[in-house]
């Protein structure tokens, strides 16, 4: 991945944490404050289009890393569809550990974004490449 990439993933979460923060301001401001609302609602705006350019100069200086991140936004989105009615009692994350891995019976290691399992044993994965992955319990350690 190109080094100024990584740079460019970190202002696109910065811009998205600060856009769900407008997001919520937008909804605490009375329906009577019209300049109120449409500046918020500008704000966001901007804030959707300067992701946008990011995420253009990404494509620019990395088509694989752009790629990627497609397939991975892709995934999650079909990772929380296929999760709406499931009942998990564990959620693994990166973030949470600094790793994300499943073990199976066979001793493989399977890198994820997230890994949840579900209640009665089995697991559903997002692979780092942005796969959703479904393993049995029985197979896993």
Known sequence: MHPH??????KISFIETDMELHKQILVTIPSDQKD???????????KKQEIQDL????????????DRILAI???TQ??????QDKRFDRVDTPDESGTCTI???????VD?????????????ILT????IKQFPHVLVK
Do not use: P, S
Not at 39 to 45: D, E, F, G, K, S
Not at 78 to 83: D, H, L, T
Not at 112 to 124: F, I, K, P, S, T
Not at 128 to 131: F, N, P, S, T
């Open 128 to 131: 780092l490449e942005g796969e």
């Open 112 to 124: 994820c974004l997230v890994a949840a399992r579900e209640e009665n044993g089995d697991w559903m």
């Open 73 to 75: 936004e892709k995934g």
């Open 78 to 83: 079909q990772f929380k569809i296929m999760a």
């Open 55 to 66: 995420r253009r100069e990404i494509k620019r200086l990395d088509h694989t890393a752009y």
């Open 36 to 46: 109120d609302l449409e500046q918020v609602m500008q704000t966001i705006a901007d």
């Open 103 to 109: 073990t199976l019976i066979d001793g493989t290691d």
């Open 5 to 10: 990439v990584d740079n460019l993933l970190k």
